[in-house]
């Protein structure tokens, strides 16, 4: 069936560097790619969305480019702040639904 | 708008108590989820309703877990008897029908719920 696949965390970077939480994905179509955010104590929020192939979706400094040829929709940020930390998820549309990967915890050390 | 409220926010019971748990959806928004989140197993989608009715329950672990959406403002997650392994954050979430927000899930802040 349909899956996203994410890289394991934690996920530990100081305040301004770059990060990158890898996706990828397995669909029999084209599924539109979602990334969401859990902050603590919260329940999962959007962060920012694909539609179709070379589509990039951003937000808040955060920006994933949904690649068909290699079946991936990488989330990069360029300066991370101790507010970014957060467990992020990847996922996609199957079937009405969206199905979610493990999830990724990012923290950020000052 | 006050967003997708659930109740209560932590439930501790005895294992073999049945277990009730709650969410009010965003008013207007015609889509309900039921979500499971554990360190072991991420987060699973146990059921989801379309104009409160459910659509696919295959993630409902077994018959001691029910879900009823008797109104477009309501639904409960009940569980009876609770046991051990029950024990996770259950989220519920919403989303509305236009193009624009069909895709867009909008979370509760979750029930911790312990059974011991």
């Known amino acids: 069936g349909d899956s996203v696949t994410q890289m394991e965390g934690p996920v530990t970077l100081s305040e301004e560097a770059f990060l990158t939480i890898n996706c990828t994905y397995t669909a029999t179509g084209y599924p539109s790619l979602f990334w969401y955010v859990q902050y603590p104590g919260e329940g999962l929020q959007l962060l920012l969305k694909a539609t179709k192939a070379d589509d990039k979706g951003s937000n808040k400094g955060f920006e994933a480019t949904y690649r068909k040829e290699t079946t991936s929709f990488h989330l990069e940020k360029g300066s991370v702040q101790v507010s970014d930390s957060a467990v992020y998820f990847c996922?996609?549309?199957?079937?009405?639904?969206?199905?979610f990967g493990a999830g990724t915890q990012v923290v950020v050390t000052p | 708008d006050a967003g997708v409220i659930q109740s209560p926010r932590h439930e501790v019971t005895e294992m073999g108590q049945e277990v009730t748990l709650r969410c009010k959806p965003i008013?207007?928004?015609?889509?309900l989820f039921w979500y499971r989140q554990t360190m072991m197993r991420g987060l699973e989608l146990l059921i989801y309703?379309?104009?409160?009715?459910?659509?696919?329950d295959s993630g409902m672990p077994e018959d001691r877990f029910s879900a009823k959406m008797p109104n477009a403002s309501f639904s409960t997650l009940k569980i009876q008897p609770s046991e051990p392994r029950d024990s996770a954050v259950y989220f519920c979430?919403?989303?509305?029908?236009?193009?624009?927000?069909?895709?867009?899930?909008?979370f509760g802040s979750g029930t911790q719920l312990s059974v011991l």
């Open positions: 309703f379309n104009n409160n009715v459910p659509i696919d």
């Open positions: 979430a919403s989303s509305g029908q236009g193009e624009a927000t069909n895709e867009k899930l909008f």
């Open positions: 008013s207007g928004h015609n889509s």
């Open positions: 996922a996609l549309k199957s079937w009405g639904k969206l199905q």
